[in-house]
Each structure stands twice: as structure tokens, then as C-alpha cells.
T-cell receptor, first 108, second 114 residues
Framework: GQNIDQPTEMTATEGAIVQINCTYQ??????LFWYQQHAGEAPTFLSY????GLEEKGRFSSFLSRSKGYSYLLLKELQMKDSASYLC?????????FGAGTTVTVRA | KAGVTQTPRYLIKTRGQQVTLSCSPI?????VSWYQQTPGQGLQFLFE???????NKGNFPGRFSGRQFSNSRSEMNVSTLELGDSALYLC?????????????FGEGSRLTVL
């Protein structure tokens, strides 16, 4: 089975940096995904890590350590539009299993 | 290209009824996955279909079923609805082959059971 943990909520100010941690215990591993979901909308893909290390994509970066079962999503230069839920998901052979999501609130 | 299309977007049913939800994947995508999203539980995996075959199934009762057609369109059915089935049902498509696991989600079908 899959066990994926991430914090429930985080608050930060505009322009700041926020790091969302995700720990997982899974029966199989074919990569870790981060998705963003705005209220009332579908989740959208942010990043994918299958090897250890940091992947950078503009203001967003994602890190993976497979030996520690750990990932984080780093959001830099926060903007109001970044207020959303961020979902950590682990891929086994055939499915993505999601964490409960972290709601990030960006304040002016 | 067109994204994942789910119909209907909203529906209200009463306990004991059944419901069928439809999902049209992105053209060329052969894998369709279904998820249930509720505020307390997050996204829970229901099942995944690839080339008309169910490849994997989550921990939901037999009242939840699905199928996939030859054109990759998929339907899911929930019979004997319960109040707890009220949720957003999300469909996601992908190429479904090794290294091509990214899921593209539809807007979802919001089901309310009264």
C-alpha cells in the first residue's frame, strides 16, 4: 500500500519562499509528482522526479530523496495566484497515489 | 489539442439511485484513471483502464464500477448511492506506458447525494 504525508496548511507572504514537504512509504516507486489545484478546478501538473536531486522549473523546484522517502516542493517569489492546494503523488506500477494535499495561502 | 472532458459537470441524486459518469480522454491517450475527491480524504484512486482492460483497482466497494470503450472513452457507475458518495469525481488520462505517467485531469463531475 501507499502512505503519503504532507502538511495540511501553510501560510506565507507575497514574495516569500515556502517549502512543502512530502514523505512517503510505498510498495513500488516509479516517480513522484507534484500537482497544483486551485479551488473548484482540476489538478494541474507541476513537476516529476524519478531520480534523486533537484528539478528546477522557473519559480518552482522539486527535490527527491528515494532512500529517505522524501520530497519537497519549493515555491519562490510567492504570488497571490499561488494560493492553492499542492498535491504530492507517488507512482507505483499502474496508479498515482495522492497525499491529502497542502493548502497554501499567500497573504499580501 | 482538446483536454479531458467529463460529463455531466454537476448532478444531484437521491439515496438508492445510480449514476453514470463519462470521461473522454485526450486524443491518443489509452489510459484513463478515476479518482474520488472529498475534503477530508483527498484524492482516492478508484480504478484505471488501459486499452479497455481494468489494470488496477482501489479499495472501493463493488457498487463502484467502470468500463472503457474501444475509442478510450470511459464511464464509471455508482449503484445504490449513499450520502457518503457525495464527492468530486475526477477522471485523468495519460499515455499509460513506461515513462509516460503524467496524468491530465478533467474538470470533474460533482455529485451530490441527498
Amino acid at each position: 500500500g501507499q502512505n503519503i504525508d504532507q502538511p495540511t496548511e501553510m501560510t506565507a507572504t507575497e514574495g516569500a519562499i515556502v517549502q512543502i514537504n512530502c514523505t512517503y512509504q510505498t510498495s513500488g516507486f516509479n516517480g513522484l509528482f507534484w500537482y497544483q489545484q486551485h479551488a473548484g478546478e482540476a489538478p494541474t501538473f507541476l513537476s516529476y522526479n524519478v531520480l534523486d536531486g533537484l528539478e528546477e522549473k522557473g519559480r518552482f523546484s522539486s527535490f527527491l530523496s528515494r532512500s529517505k522517502g522524501y520530497s519537497y516542493l519549493l515555491l519562490k517569489e510567492l504570488q497571490m495566484k499561488d494560493s492553492a492546494s499542492y498535491l504530492c503523488a507517488v507512482k507505483d506500477d499502474y496508479k498515482l497515489s495522492f497525499g491529502a494535499g497542502t493548502t497554501v495561502t499567500v497573504r499580501a | 489539442k482538446a483536454g479531458v472532458t467529463q460529463t455531466p459537470r454537476y448532478l444531484i441524486k437521491t439515496r438508492g439511485q445510480q449514476v453514470t459518469l463519462s470521461c473522454s480522454p485526450i486524443s491518443g491517450h489509452r489510459s484513463v484513471s478515476w479518482y474520488q475527491q472529498t475534503p477530508g480524504q483527498g484524492l482516492q484512486f478508484l480504478f484505471e483502464y488501459f486499452s479497455e482492460t481494468q489494470r488496477n483497482k482501489g479499495n472501493f466497494p463493488g457498487r463502484f464500477s467502470g468500463r472503457q470503450f474501444s475509442n478510450s472513452r470511459s464511464e464509471m457507475n455508482v449503484s445504490t448511492l449513499e450520502l457518503g458518495d457525495s464527492a468530486l469525481y475526477l477522471c485523468a488520462s495519460s499515455l499509460g506506458t513506461s515513462g509516460n505517467w503524467e496524468l491530465f485531469f478533467g474538470e470533474g463531475s460533482r455529485l451530490t447525494v441527498l
